[in-house]
């Protein structure tokens, strides 16, 4: 028995689903199969089975998964204690959603990476909110930007940013019918039920054959600029664009949104040092400028894409 099939059990447990941890282990369906088959076989039991699209804990399995949980964050833990003994840099694993991916998590991570030079390793990856509820509390991630995580209690979640979801289209065209007919262009984000979009997309009812999903939003953006639809977009991040006439606000009678962006993190009781700091850092103007305002870019020899997965090894 080890601690990486523990924590495959743990993942599978919390998703319901093979696939699912599979998708946020960044391996393959039978990789987590093998891994699953050998704690079974360990300990003589199928742990988890299938019920219905869902996979369901035996009772033996109900009892282990509170045991293997706190197994699998000691494991990370004791990874932390003795990097500390080593004199080595603190990891920190940050999960954003993919519209702060794309325009904000790098020039955050690089600023707070200069302020603590040499003492934290800081990585990033995409995730959900049912991801990330899933992976903080099992030390696989260590700070989460983007959704309110409230309501488990091993989780802190507060609000760091207050911002604006607005609905851009095409220059001087409102398109026609009711918002659920409208083609409507989101990022990854938007296939979140929990994101911002995905609750905007469900309070309008659009139907799915009505959605199209673009690798980021500049490129749903610039779809909607030549007239497919129109596009979710953060009122902050988008005013360049608005300010040069590429697109407009679709007024409708839901929007804008008032939405907030969250830091979220184990307990204060539980909470690495590496990740205080980063919620700290948040708090800071030179962090609410870069939330606000990103910038135009990064000069090329500096540039390093999100990275999108969410777990690292």
């Known amino acids: 028995m080890t601690l990486t099939q523990l924590g495959v059990f743990v993942l599978v447990a919390r998703l319901r689903s093979v696939r699912a941890a599979a998708d946020v282990l960044g391996v393959s369906e039978p990789a987590v199969s093998r891994s699953l088959a050998a704690l079974r076989q360990h300990l003589g039991d199928q742990l988890v089975v299938r019920d219905g699209n869902e996979m369901a804990l035996t009772e033996g399995g109900n009892r282990l998964f509170g045991i293997a949980s706190q197994m699998v964050a000691l494991g990370a833990e004791a990874e932390a204690a003795v990097r500390a003994a080593q ?41 959900t909110a049912a991801e990330m509820r899933v992976l903080l509390p099992n030390r696989l991630a260590d700070v989460a930007l983007g959704p309110d995580l409230s309501g488990d209690p091993a989780l802190a979640s507060e609000p760091v940013l207050r911002y604006r979801l607005v609905v851009v289209g095409p220059p001087r065209h409102r398109p026609s ?137």
């Not at 080595?88 to 955050?108: D, G, M, Y």
């Not at 019918?177 to 979140?192: I, Q």
């Open 87 to 127: 004199g080595a840099a603190a990891q920190l694993r940050l999960l954003v959603t993919s519209t702060i991916a794309e325009f904000i998590a790098t020039p955050l991570v690089e600023a707070f990476g200069k302020r603590w030079s040499g003492q934290i390793e800081t990585s990033s990856g995409v995730a």
């Open 177 to 313: 019918g009711p918002p659920s007919r409208w083609p409507w262009l989101v990022d990854p984000s938007g296939t979140d039920p929990d994101s911002d979009t995905g609750r905007l997309l469900r309070a309008f009812r659009v139907p799915e054959d009505r959605i199209r999903v673009f690798p980021n939003q500049t490129a749903a953006w610039s779809a909607a600029a030549d007239g497919a639809g129109v596009a979710p977009a953060v009122s902050t991040l988008v005013s360049r664009e608005l300010r040069r006439g590429e697109l407009s606000i679709v007024e409708t009678e839901r929007t804008p949104v008032q939405a907030c962006w969250h830091v979220t993190t184990l307990a204060p009781d539980r909470r690495p040092d590496a990740a205080r700091r980063l919620r700290n850092f948040l708090g800071t103007p030179d962090a609410m400028q870069l939330m606000c305002a990103p910038g135009a870019g990064v000069p090329p020899s500096r540039f390093r894409p999100p990275v999108y997965v969410t777990i690292w090894s």
